[in-house]
């Protein structure tokens, strides 16, 4: 149980276009969701706390009208990274909990990998 | 949430017992110790997590020191498929807790020899 599943995996596009990723929850509701940024040989770093229904919270130096988030249902939250430039590649990660309190866990999706070219 | 601090890698032998240590001397009495594991491209995945006893999983043992400042987490019989970085992160317990993202720190790449 718990799973998370992203889409896509990766991704290849040309600077200045824009990407959605996604990132549900395919087997329990989650009011909360989070997205992650990790650069190559790094750890990952904390972007967003995304809560169904309401306007995400951005991590002190996160861009909010460079990287869209939307989590319109109970299971699904999306990331949109806009006018994309080669500094934007990284591997970016979401997690959801199935609810609140510093003794549950969080649940991560594989990832999507992007690359701007 | 407060510090930890972990060995930067370690190495062991398949099917032989690892302990992967993790100090936490900032503890709270409310923080809870979580500890997740990232296998090379993907992303993390939960492994344990503890406030004040010992605990046992499927994958792993928890064992948290009786003044709560390190914890360790061991993997009975580590195979290749456990060569991952580990990361121990504490939580804070008290009002509001557990509403926010984790913070990673480097972790502990763990090298497993066959």
């Known amino acids: 149980g718990a799973v998370v599943s992203q889409h896509p995996s990766w991704v290849i596009c040309k600077s200045g276009t824009s990407v959605k990723i996604e990132c549900r929850s395919l087997d329990f509701q989650a009011t909360t969701m989070f997205w992650y940024r990790q650069f190559p040989k790094q750890s990952l770093m904390l972007m967003a706390t995304?809560?169904?229904?309401?306007?995400?919270?951005?991590e002190q130096g996160v861009e909010k009208d460079k990287f869209l988030i939307n989590h319109a249902s109970l299971t699904l939250s999306t990331l949109t990274v806009t006018s994309a430039h080669p500094e934007d590649s990284s591997f970016y990660i979401c997690?959801?909990?199935?609810?609140?309190?510093?003794?549950?866990?969080?649940?991560f999706g594989d990832g999507t990998r992007l690359s701007i070219l | 949430d407060a510090k930890t601090t972990q060995p930067n890698s370690m190495e062991s032998n398949e099917e032989e017992p690892v302990h992967l240590p993790c100090n936490h001397s900032?503890?709270?009495?409310?923080?809870?110790i979580h500890w997740y594991r990232q296998l090379p491209s993907q992303g993390p995945e939960y492994v344990i997590h503890g406030l004040t006893s010992n605990v046992n999983n499927r994958m792993a043992s928890l064992a948290i020191a009786e003044d709560r400042k390190s914890s360790t987490l061991i993997l009975h019989r580590a195979t290749l498929r456990d060569a991952a970085v580990y990361y121990c992160i504490l939580r804070f317990g008290g009002s509001g807790g557990g509403a926010d993202g984790l913070t990673f720190g480097k972790g502990t790449h763990l090298i497993i020899q066959p």
């Open positions: 900032t503890i709270s009495g409310t923080d809870y």
């Open positions: 997690s959801a909990t199935i609810s609140w309190g510093s003794n549950q866990p969080q649940h």
């Open positions: 995304s809560n169904e229904g309401s306007k995400a919270t951005y």
